[in-house]
T-cell receptor, first 115, second 113 residues
Framework: DTEVTQTPKHLVMGMTNKKSLKCEQH?????MYWYKQKAKKPPELMFV???????INESVPSRFSPECPNSSLLNLHLHALQPEDSALYLC??????????????FGPGTRLTVL | QKEVEQDPGPLSVPEGAIVSLNCTYS??????FMWYRQYSRKGPELLMY????GNKEDGRFTAQVDKSSKYISLFIRDSQPSDSATYLC?????????????FGAGTRLAVHP
């Protein structure tokens, strides 16, 4: 199984709402990532979890709160978002071998619209 | 100067053409080079990766790395309309762990029948 799944596929929320994005992988990968992608731009790294611990936070605003409940699941909690946060949110996972490409596998993304 | 430069296109070719997609980079520490294909409104799909210099072939796709020139290429033979997508190059240095991938801007490719 080389699949990363994400739910929901689409999400529309108001600026006062609280919502969560979910990501799941069953490849035994121990690194998981959240990316944000705007139209016609490459993915932009937000967070990296390594062995369920937050390893990288790319100076993301606190209205985005990641969580890694176990080695297969990754959540992104959203609160008080702004319209400019509307984007495709991508989850990815990879191995953490000492040597090797540790290539990242992406999910289909959640298309978020903030009204 | 960006670490990875990639012409965003768009690139329009007729069906059956050979397509050449390219990226240049400035960081000599990069050792792993990846190509992703992304269809509109979908997540990126890993096509192939190459380690250090050399060529790698997978079906109609060939990846080349020239470290002396800091230049990588993806060739698509006998291009099909289904190849119409954005192609992203990505690279990272040697070393284990999760290392941050550095992406190019992506090249939009349209293959017309």
């Amino acid at each position: 199984d080389t699949e990363v799944t994400q739910t929901p596929k689409h999400l529309v929320m108001g600026m006062t709402n609280k919502k969560s994005l979910k990501c799941e992988q069953h490849m035994g990968h121990r690194a998981m990532y959240w990316y944000k992608q705007k139209a016609k731009k490459p993915p932009e790294l937000m967070f990296v979890y390594s062995y369920e611990k937050l390893s990288i936070n790319e100076s993301v605003p606190s209205r985005f709160s990641p969580e890694c409940p176990n080695s297969s699941l990754l959540n992104l909690h959203l609160h008080a978002l702004q319209p400019e946060d509307s984007a495709l949110y991508l989850c990815a996972s990879s191995q953490e071998r000492l040597a090797g490409p540790n290539e990242q596998f992406f999910g289909p993304g959640t298309r978020l619209t903030v009204l | 100067q960006k670490e990875v430069e990639q012409d965003p296109g768009p690139l329009s070719v007729p069906e059956g053409a050979i397509v050449s997609l390219n990226c240049t980079y400035s960081n000599s520490a990069f050792q792993y080079f990846m190509w992703y294909r992304q269809y509109s409104r979908k997540g990126p799909e890993l096509l192939m990766y190459t380690y250090s210099s050399g060529n790698k072939e997978d079906g109609r796709f060939t990846a080349q790395v020239d470290k002396s020139s800091k230049y990588i290429s993806l060739f698509i033979r006998d291009s099909q309309p289904s190849d119409s997508a954005t192609y992203l190059c990505a690279m990272r240095p040697l070393g284990g762990g999760y290392n941050k991938l550095i992406f190019g801007a992506g090249t939009r490719l349209a293959v017309h029948p």
